[in-house]
Structures are given as structure tokens and as C-alpha cells.
């Protein structure tokens, strides 16, 4: 079978972004997209975060069972990461953990730029969790509704293009790592605007999986 990229949430649009990325980052594997349509719309903060644990997990073990040769969560937070892993056959990454992994073995010092600000914390401990608080300047929060990726891609494309612009001037970095599934779609634009590289989480992730 082939690999799964699972949207905890249940916006069938970013799910398509995420595995048009994943298709681009690794043309020679394949991929499905599954979208979790008991999630919430968007996951922003630890009650979506738990919202969408259980539905996730149905998807995760679904997929396992089908022989699945591996698992991506495509959602930045991480979510339900832990325990997909215990349920899973087969290898399980989150894209956050999968771009924090890129920049560790690159020796990059790094800042995330993510959505809104009841995220930071989440993303904050999942790093410290890793092992990589040391080489983390900062989360920053754009204050882009995660939905306003999909609904106004040019605004939101903006906002986070300025606050990365800051982080690079102002957190002594070497890289910027997109801190949402939805921002894959911005990559490209990031990429062409900021001295300094971009580490996507699905990009990262599709290329990891496929190692594993």
C-alpha cells in the first residue's frame, strides 16, 4: 500500500494542499490523502487538538491495518503523534517533528512562524519534548486564522511573509520553518522573498517517511 498523509481536520481543501505537497517533495512514491471528517474544521490550541484525537486515531489504526508502509499526521501540532505510534505497524511521523528533525541535522537554529498565538505553547513543547529547545529562537504567531489560509491564500501568503521577514531580522536564525500543514502551499513564495532557507513539514515529512 502506500503511504497515508491523515488531515486531522475535516477541511477536505487543506488536505489537498498537504498531499500536492507531499507529490512534489517525493514524485516517485505514493500517497493518499485522508481527511478526518469527525475533526474539527481547523486545529488551532489544545481543545481542537483534542478534539481531533480519537477520529484520528480511528484513521491511523484504519490505516495500519490496511498495510499502510507508513503514516504522516498533517497537522503542525503534532497531534495524537505519541499514541498513533503505539497503535501503528508501521512508521508514524508529524510533520512538526519531521521539519524540527530537517533543521537539527542541518545544524540550523530555527524560528517557526505558525497561525494564531494559542498554538505557540503546543508547538513550544513539542520541540522541548525533541530535544531541540536549544536550537529554537522562537515561535511566532502571524495571527492567521488557519482557515483564512484556504479562504485568502494572497492575505495570509503576506501576514506570515512579513512576520518571518521579522524573525529573520530580529532572532538571529538560519532558518524559518512554516509552523501550520496549510502554509505548504506558501513555501514557494517564501522561499523566493527570504535569505534564508524554509524547511516545510510536509516536504520534510514525505522525504523522511519514505527513508524510514
Avoid at 66 to 78: E, L, N, P, Y
Wanted: charged share 20%; net charge negative.
Amino acid at each position: 500500500m502506500s503511504y497515508v498523509i491523515i488531515n486531522p481536520n475535516s477541511t477536505a481543501a487543506m488536505t489537498n494542499s498537504i498531499l500536492a505537497a507531499a507529490e512534489t517533495a517525493m514524485p516517485r512514491a505514493v500517497f493518499e490523502g485522508w481527511t478526518s471528517m469527525n475533526g474539527p474544521p481547523a486545529i488551532q490550541g489544545a481543545a481542537d487538538g483534542e478534539a481531533a484525537t480519537g477520529p484520528l486515531l480511528d484513521l491511523v489504526v484504519r490505516a495500519s491495518d490496511r498495510g499502510a508502509r507508513g503514516i504522516v499526521i498533517g497537522c503542525f501540532d503534532d497531534t495524537g503523534l505519541d499514541e498513533a505510534r503505539r497503535r501503528a505497524a508501521c512508521p508514524v511521523l508529524g510533520i512538526g517533528q519531521a521539519a524540527f528533525h530537517v533543521a537539527a541535522l542541518r545544524g540550523w537554529r530555527f524560528s517557526v512562524v505558525t497561525t494564531l498565538a494559542v498554538s505557540v505553547p503546543i508547538i513550544e513543547g513539542n520541540i522541548r519534548t525533541y530535544g531541540f529547545g536549544p536550537m529554537l529562537a522562537r515561535v511566532r504567531a502571524s495571527e492567521v486564522p488557519v482557515l483564512a489560509l484556504e479562504e485568502d491564500p494572497d492575505a495570509a501568503c503576506a501576514r506570515i511573509a512579513e512576520e518571518a521577514q521579522r524573525a529573520v531580522a530580529e532572532d538571529g536564525i538560519r532558518a524559518i520553518i512554516p509552523g501550520c500543514a496549510g502554509m505548504a502551499r506558501l513555501t514557494g513564495h517564501l522561499r523566493a522573498t527570504l535569505p534564508v532557507p524554509v524547511i516545510d513539514g510536509v516536504e520534510s515529512a514525505a522525504r523522511l517517511i519514505a527513508a524510514l
